[in-house]
């Protein structure tokens, strides 16, 4: 497993952005799948976007599309979740996941497929 640290969350204005990032230790981070999570008050946790080992292989839910866009840098073990023209209730806890695979392309949706996760970071979106 690897171990990941999740940054970059706040507080900000709707309709602003916000640029979180995943960083991962303790294994090779270009054979895991990544994936960001949110988690709001009183709700389960969804799927927002995920990322193959593959960078150009990526899923987003309806949510989000258009407005976030999730990345990969490899050589800096990082992923990358930019999320612009942030509303309400894009409010949550947010969370990313890994891992490990073989397939290139593949990515990954439900959370159970995910093995390691982080403590979280938490985006407050004002209206």
């Known amino acids: 497993q690897v171990q990941l640290v999740e940054s970059g969350g706040g507080l900000v204005q709707a309709g602003g952005s916000l640029r979180l990032s995943c960083t991962a230790s303790?294994?090779?981070?270009?054979?895991?799948?990544i994936g960001w999570f949110r988690q709001a008050p009183g709700k389960e946790r969804e799927v927002v976007q995920t990322?193959?080992?593959?960078?150009?292989?990526?899923y987003s839910a309806d949510s989000v599309k258009g407005r976030f866009t999730i990345s990969r840098d490899n050589a800096k073990n990082t992923v990358y979740l930019q999320m612009n023209s942030l509303k309400s209730e894009d409010t949550a806890v947010y969370y990313c996941?890994?891992?490990?695979?073989?397939?290139?392309?593949?990515?990954?949706?439900?959370?159970?497929?995910?093995?390691?996760w982080g403590q979280g970071t938490q985006v407050t979106v004002s209206s």
């Open positions: 303790g294994r090779t981070f270009s054979n895991y799948a």
């Open positions: 990322i193959g080992l593959s960078g150009g292989s990526t």
């Open positions: 996941a890994a891992r490990w695979t073989a397939m290139w392309t593949k990515v990954y949706t439900d959370p159970r497929d995910f093995d390691s």
